[in-house]
């Protein structure tokens, strides 16, 4: 079970690396360093992911599914 | 802090200045890109063989990002621990690859020529290094959430 747990963890840090990737950096790679904008942009999305895993998560847990 | 050193991309950068020489002219994209699956493999290996040297900064996936330990006991700490390990393992290779698939993707184009271009070679380099650098920053704020959240429950 707890084997489960970090599988999961590990799931959503590779899940939320990616996305945020996609969204937040250009891939024109016009340089190897993040810029300001790109910084508060990886925040931002990191935080909002976040809610929405765990607002996912109560919906799944109220133990209907969400009409 | 289980702090993860490079090797993978002090390879590529490695193999990627190697190829000015005589016979760079033989070794087209297909083995560029094998080459550099090559090298990351023969990272792992060494890797694999000590853990205490882990392969890939950056990954920043430390063990207290994925459960907390020293509440444990002794025993259990150590089963956790080898747990984490086996998952890091795998877990770098697939970044790797995944790393690999995407510079790929977003900076080769044309093949025109069998050797990679020197623009797609900058344009590789910095596209690790930044992925890196994010892999990093999301990491640093996974681990606030986490610990904000254990908190607060």
Redesign the interface.
Known sequence: M??KE??Y??EL??K???T??NK??D?K??????NMG??SC??RC??KY?HVT?LIGQLLGSGRPPM | MYQLEISTIKDVRLFLKDRKGPKAKRKHSTGAMMRLVGSGVSSFRTFSENPRRPLIRGSS?DKS???DLDSLPEADKQR?SA??DQ?QIR?SL??YN?LVERCFN??VDTFKHKSLQKQEET?V???A???L???M???M??AE?NQG?ATQD
Do not use: P
Not at chain 1, 29 to 34: C, D, I, R, T, V
């Open positions: 707890a084997e970090m599988e963890r590990v840090f590779n939320m690396t990616q945020c990737f937040c950096v891939n790679y016009k340089e190897s360093e993040l790109e910084n990886i925040d990191v935080s976040w765990s | 996936m990002m994925l459960a956790m747990m984490i998952l877990d697939r970044m995944s977003d900076c344009c380099r910095r596209c290094e930044k992925f650098k994010h892999s920053r999301v990491g704020r996974f959430l959240a």
